[in-house]
C-alpha cells in the first residue's frame, strides 16, 4: 500500500497542477456535438478535411482546450464559441504533429479589442510571451484575421510564434521541427527578406522583413490563407514551408 502511494504521488501531483491551471483534472478527447457543428460552421480548414481528419480535428480540438486556461481580460469571459476558434487555429497550425499541442503555453489572454502591452509600451493585437507561458489575442482582430482570405490572420500569427518557441524550449514537447528542413527554411527566409527591403518581393508584406520569427510567422498566415498564389509565387519556399510543417493545404484546394 506504501508503495502504491509513493507511485501515485507523481501522478496526484500532476492532477493538482493540472486541475489548478485548467479547472479540470483529465484532459479531454471528445468535442460535443454543439462544438463540432460550430466548427462545421464557422471553420474553414475544418470544413475542407475529409472525415477521419476531421475526427482527429476534433479530438485535437478537445484537448487543446482542455490543456489550457483561457482568461478574460478586460471582459466577462471567453465564451465555449471564443474557446473553440482559438484551439482550432493552434491545431490547423500544429495538425502535421499529432502529438504537439503547444505545451509550454499554459494561459491563453483574450482581450476584446487591441491591449496595452507592457512588455514593449505599445498597443498590440497580439503577444506571445513564453516566461509567462502565455498567447495573448484581441478578438476582435482574431476574428477578422478569418473573414477575409488576404493572408493575414493574427491567430495563425500568433500560433507561428508560439510553435518556433514551443520547438525551441526544452520541455515535453521540443525539438520536433526537422533540422535540415529548418536550415533551409532560414536560408529561404533570409533571401526573401532581403528581396521585401529592396522592394523586388511583393507577395508577403513588408512586416515579413523584420526578423526570422516575423517573416515565418507572416508565411504561416499566406501559407493557410493564399496556398495556391503562394506556391505559384514561391513555390520553393511553399514546398519547404509545408515539408517543415508536414502538412499541404493546396491538397485541400482541390477537395
Ligand atoms: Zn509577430
Request: no cysteine; net charge negative; proline share 4%.
Given at each position: 500500500m506504501k508503495y502504491l502511494l509513493l507511485f501515485l504521488i507523481p501522478f496526484i501531483a500532476r492532477w493538482v497542477v493540472r486541475y489548478h491551471q485548467t479547472g479540470s483534472i483529465f484532459p479531454a478527447f471528445y468535442l460535443s456535438a454543439k462544438h463540432k457543428d460550430f466548427?462545421?460552421?464557422?471553420?474553414?480548414?475544418?470544413?475542407?478535411?475529409?472525415?477521419?481528419?476531421?475526427?482527429?480535428?476534433?479530438?485535437r480540438v478537445a484537448f487543446f482546450i482542455s490543456s489550457k486556461k483561457f482568461i478574460p481580460r478586460e471582459m466577462d469571459q471567453v465564451t465555449w464559441e471564443m474557446k473553440v476558434l482559438?484551439?482550432?487555429?493552434?491545431?490547423?497550425?500544429?495538425?502535421?504533429?499529432?502529438k504537439v499541442h503547444l505545451s509550454w503555453f499554459r494561459y491563453?489572454?483574450?482581450?476584446?479589442?487591441?491591449?496595452f502591452s507592457q512588455a514593449n509600451q505599445q498597443h498590440h493585437k497580439g503577444e506571445v510571451n513564453p516566461r509567462a507561458k502565455t498567447i495573448v489575442l484581441s478578438w476582435k482582430h482574431f476574428v477578422e484575421g478569418y473573414l477575409k482570405p488576404d493572408g493575414r490572420n493574427l491567430g495563425l500569427h500568433e500560433m507561428a510564434h508560439a510553435l518556433r518557441l514551443e520547438?525551441?524550449?526544452?520541455?515535453?514537447?521540443y525539438n520536433f521541427l526537422d533540422h535540415e528542413i529548418l536550415e533551409?527554411?532560414?536560408?529561404?527566409?533570409?533571401?526573401?527578406?532581403?528581396?521585401?527591403?529592396?522592394?523586388?518581393?511583393?507577395?508577403?508584406r513588408k512586416y515579413g522583413s523584420v526578423n526570422n520569427e516575423e517573416f515565418f510567422?507572416?508565411?504561416?498566415?499566406?501559407?493557410?490563407?493564399?496556398?495556391?498564389?503562394?506556391?505559384e509565387r514561391h513555390p520553393k519556399t511553399?514546398?519547404?514551408?509545408?515539408?517543415?510543417?508536414k502538412q499541404d493545404p493546396v491538397l485541400l484546394e482541390k477537395n
Open positions: 466548427l462545421e460552421k464557422n471553420f474553414e480548414f475544418y470544413q475542407k478535411l475529409p472525415l477521419k481528419s476531421k475526427q482527429t480535428f476534433e479530438r482559438i484551439s482550432a487555429a493552434a491545431i490547423q497550425l500544429t495538425f502535421g504533429f499529432p491563453i489572454l483574450v482581450y476584446p479589442e487591441t491591449f520547438n525551441r524550449i526544452m520541455n515535453e514537447e533551409q527554411w532560414e536560408a529561404r527566409a533570409k533571401r526573401t527578406m532581403s528581396e521585401i527591403i529592396n522592394g523586388t518581393e511583393s507577395f508577403f510567422a507572416v508565411a504561416v498566415e499566406n501559407f493557410f490563407e493564399r496556398p495556391l498564389e503562394f506556391k511553399y514546398l519547404t514551408l509545408s515539408q517543415l510543417l
